[in-house]
């Protein structure tokens, strides 16, 4: 299955083929549209030359910053989100050998265990780890052992909750309307 995440041939193509790109892109998508927040790894491999998580930890904090707060930036707070940026790359170079998969790959985990190591990267909670599980499952074929509980409602069939349920701008236009639904939810219960 191609990504569809964005609407854009080439960001979608990066976030494909690179899943360091995919994560980073989950990162992102904080308090931004969805589709813009997977953008941002496209914006950073243009302006780069290369979406390499090595390269990314290693740059200069504050050329990088720089690099992400330029018009149009990677998201609505780019310094923030460019530090978290260096730190998840940091994390993946010193835990995973700049090799993102090993979150889900190292030692054969279940469910349980990969959500526990996506909640332990900068910028993942609870909600945000569930989310990209489900993402994994739902459409990278990553399927450990009991990855649909874990994800929790994220991890449902036919569900459009969240990121992991775009396929096309239909369901992106389902899973906007399902958040919209929750926040009015939400406001009203606070009354």
Do not use: N
Request: one cysteine or more.
């Amino acid at each position: 299955m191609t990504l569809h995440l964005v609407g854009d041939a080439e960001a979608d193509r990066l976030l494909d083929s690179d899943p360091f790109a995919l994560l980073t892109g989950m990162l992102l998508d904080q308090q931004y549209p969805m589709e813009a927040a997977f953008a941002g790894p496209h914006k950073i491999a243009e302006r780069m030359g290369s979406f390499d998580v090595t390269t990314i930890a290693e740059a200069d904090p504050d050329a990088f910053t720089t690099l992400c707060s330029t018009p149009p930036a990677v998201h609505r707070y780019p310094g923030a989100m460019a530090k978290r940026i260096q730190a998840l790359a940091q994390l993946v170079v010193d835990e995973y050998d700049g090799d993102v998969t090993r979150i889900w790959t190292d030692g054969d985990p279940d469910g349980r265990t990969v959500l526990t190591r996506l909640k332990a990267l900068p910028g993942f909670g609870d909600q945000k780890a569930r989310i990209f599980l489900a993402l994994l499952g739902k459409q990278r074929g990553v399927e450990p052992a009991g990855w649909r509980e874990a994800a929790g409602a994220y991890g449902e069939p036919g569900s459009r909750r969240s990121i992991a349920d775009v396929v096309d701008a239909t369901t992106l236009g389902e899973v906007r309307a399902f958040k919209k639904e929750q926040k009015a939810a939400a406001k009203a219960a606070k009354g």
